[in-house]
């Protein structure tokens, strides 16, 4: 492995040979592919997984809520362990971790021990996902970075987009038990990973001679799980437990600026481009994930829809993401990523605006999926060129974390859509009529359907402000100084 020294700290600038690289960048995306996959997998699955598991409501929200809530507080963690003991010998930890716990989620026969397996997930993804993109940014020079990471980011957000189409697969070949497959499909794809990683990566010792954070990676993975819990909590609990979440994480980033090695360098936030593209993440990423996560849910319930009819909505955007986005990435290596940001950003509003104005419609075939359509090409000129700019934004001795925060930030922003809008959703169903099902709940009637309607046009309507807020904060954060 080549190396320079900066200071009294060793930097990897090269994890792999040049001949290696596409091999190494292969195994990032199969490893990560598992992630983004089973991170949205239970969208549609969750009615097949409660059945089969006999769980109850609260159990069965806690299936994906377990997830999201590991992989947010120890994300960071995870990046800057990758630092700091070699980001091959993390990622490749996290792979393994990930098959096994996948193992116990595809035999699991009862809640708890889906809960546990699904939280063991979440910690395997905050070593794996982080450790996926700072392997790629070790391998690669700058000049070609641009486009690795946009393959990379095409098949992560395209494998995300196709969690709930092969949900929808596996239940119309098994309705009882296919959701088992989705989680067995991962043992072929982490094996295949773990050789290409063994097989090709050079030795990486990592920064050996900086001590380890610990009271950081303590105080940032208890921030983000109380703020992540109270998010899922009863309303008066929800405040107390973020009010405590929210004062541990001022705690941990008055430690990260005193302690003489800490996690992160808060000095990475002073870089204009970095601050705003973890700030437009964040827009995008609480947007995209309401929309993914509740429409499936208004459809099936209210506008006769079912589990495979998503993939008429998810499954072509998935494409235009697989297909562009590496064009993507090396037309903003070379015409900067500002305008395939904000335009992107721009299309994924407008999509969502449509489903706010025609939500009351109750047409999934003629307005929902077409609108969904123009979502997924909007994501497909922005994904690259985001992820790209992440990891620009930072020193190659800073990879880790910077994909680390980035992914922190996405994760943040997803458990605040799911929590939020569900409120949202629920308040514009009510204020219809406060006799009924409830929102999420199959049934024909018409003031049911219009409930629904009105409480998804306010989930739709919030993301829509806030894909456009993402456009702006890029459009300010990445233009080119006078």
């Given at each position: 492995?080549?190396?320079?020294v900066?200071?009294?700290?060793?930097?990897?600038?090269?994890?792999?040979?040049?001949e290696?690289r596409q091999?190494?960048?292969?195994a990032?995306?199969?490893?990560?592919?598992?992630?983004?996959?089973?991170?949205?997998?239970t969208?549609?699955?969750?009615?097949a997984?409660r059945?089969?598991?006999?769980?109850s409501?609260?159990?069965?929200?806690w299936f994906s809520?377990?997830?999201?809530?590991?992989?947010?507080s120890l994300?960071?963690?995870?990046?800057?362990?990758?630092?700091?003991?070699?980001?091959a010998?993390?990622f490749g930890?996290?792979i393994?971790?990930?098959?096994?716990?996948?193992?116990?989620c595809?035999?699991?026969?009862?809640?708890?021990?889906?809960?546990?397996?699904?939280?063991?997930?979440?910690?395997a993804?905050?070593l794996?996902?982080?450790?996926?993109m700072?392997?790629?940014?070790?391998?690669?020079?700058?000049?070609e970075?641009?486009?690795?990471?946009?393959?990379w980011?095409?098949?992560?957000?395209?494998t995300?987009?196709?969690?709930?189409?092969?949900?929808?697969?596996?239940?119309?070949?098994?309705?009882?038990?296919?959701?088992?497959?989705?989680?067995?499909?991962n043992?072929?794809?982490?094996?295949?990973?773990?050789?290409?990683l063994?097989?090709?990566?050079?030795a990486?010792q990592?920064r050996?001679?900086v001590?380890?954070?610990?009271?950081g990676?303590?105080?940032?993975t208890l921030?983000?799980?109380?703020?992540?819990y109270?998010l899922s909590?009863?309303?008066?609990?929800?405040?107390?437990?973020?009010?405590?979440?929210?004062?541990?994480?001022?705690?941990?980033?008055?430690?990260?600026?005193?302690?003489?090695a800490?996690?992160i360098?808060?000095?990475?936030f002073?870089?204009r481009?970095?601050?705003?593209i973890?700030?437009?993440?964040?827009?995008l990423?609480?947007?995209?994930?309401?929309?993914?996560?509740?429409l499936?849910?208004t459809a099936?319930s209210?506008?006769?829809?079912?589990?495979?009819?998503?993939v008429?909505?998810?499954?072509?955007?998935a494409?235009?993401?697989a297909?562009?986005?590496t064009?993507?990435?090396?037309?903003a290596?070379?015409?900067g990523?500002?305008r395939?940001?904000?335009?992107?950003?721009?299309?994924?509003?407008?999509?969502?605006a449509?489903l706010?104005?025609?939500?009351?419609?109750?047409?999934?075939?003629?307005r929902?999926?077409?609108?969904?359509?123009?979502?997924?090409?909007?994501?497909?000129?922005?994904?690259?060129?985001?992820?790209?700019?992440?990891?620009?934004?930072?020193t190659?001795?800073d990879?880790g974390?910077?994909?680390?925060?980035n992914?922190?930030v996405a994760?943040?922003a997803?458990?605040l859509a799911?929590?939020?809008?569900?409120?949202?959703?629920a308040s514009?169903?009510?204020?219809?009529?406060?006799?009924?099902?409830?929102?999420?709940?199959?049934?024909?009637?018409?003031a049911?359907i219009?409930?629904?309607g009105a409480?998804f046009?306010?989930?739709a309507g919030l993301?829509?402000?806030a894909?456009?807020?993402?456009?702006l904060v890029?459009?300010?954060?990445?233009r080119?100084?006078?």
């Open positions: 492995m080549t190396a320079r900066s200071g009294a700290t060793l930097v990897p600038v090269a994890i792999c040979a040049p290696h091999a190494i960048l292969w990032a995306i199969l490893a990560s592919s598992m992630g983004f996959i089973d991170s949205s997998v969208a549609n699955a969750l009615p997984m059945a089969s598991l006999a769980a409501l609260p159990q069965a929200q809520g377990i997830y999201l809530l590991a992989l947010t994300i960071l963690v995870g990046g800057a362990l990758g630092d700091r003991f070699g980001t010998r993390g930890m996290g393994i971790l990930f098959v096994v716990s996948s193992l116990g595809a035999l699991a026969i009862s809640p708890a021990t889906m809960i546990v397996a699904r939280g063991l997930q979440g910690v993804a905050a794996m996902v982080p450790g996926s700072a392997i790629i940014g070790r391998a690669f020079p700058r000049e970075r641009g486009a690795a990471l946009g393959l980011a095409a098949a992560s957000i395209a995300a987009s196709a969690g709930p189409i092969l949900a929808g697969l596996c239940l119309m070949v098994d309705p009882v038990s296919g959701w088992r497959w989705i989680f067995a499909l043992l072929p794809l982490g094996g295949i990973s773990l050789w290409l063994a097989r090709f990566a050079l990486d990592g050996p001679g001590p380890i954070d610990y009271i990676a303590a105080l940032a921030g983000f799980g109380l703020v992540a109270g909590a009863e309303t008066g609990e929800s405040l107390a437990l973020m009010a405590v979440g929210f004062a541990v994480l001022a705690a941990f980033i008055v430690w990260e600026a005193r302690c003489p800490p996690m360098r808060l000095s990475m002073r870089v481009r970095f601050s705003a973890n700030l437009a993440t964040f827009l990423y609480f947007a995209v994930t309401g929309i993914g996560f509740y499936p849910m099936v209210a506008w006769g829809a079912d589990a495979l009819a998503m008429a909505a998810f499954l072509p955007g494409l235009m993401i297909t562009l986005s064009r993507m990435g090396k037309l290596d070379r015409l990523p500002a395939f940001l904000v335009c992107g950003a721009v299309l994924v509003a407008l999509s969502q449509g706010a104005m025609t939500a009351h419609e109750a047409l999934y075939w003629t929902a999926v077409p609108l969904m359509w123009l979502s997924g090409f909007g994501m497909a000129l922005l994904v690259a060129p985001l992820t790209t700019v992440v990891m620009t934004s930072a190659d001795a990879q974390a910077a994909s680390g925060i992914n922190a994760r943040a997803s458990l799911i929590a939020l809008m569900g409120r949202m959703a514009g169903y009510g204020a219809i009529g406060a006799d009924m099902p409830g929102f999420g709940v199959i049934a024909a009637t018409p049911h219009a409930a629904t409480g046009s306010h989930i993301a829509a402000i894909s456009l807020a993402s456009a890029s459009a300010w954060g990445l080119k100084p006078r």
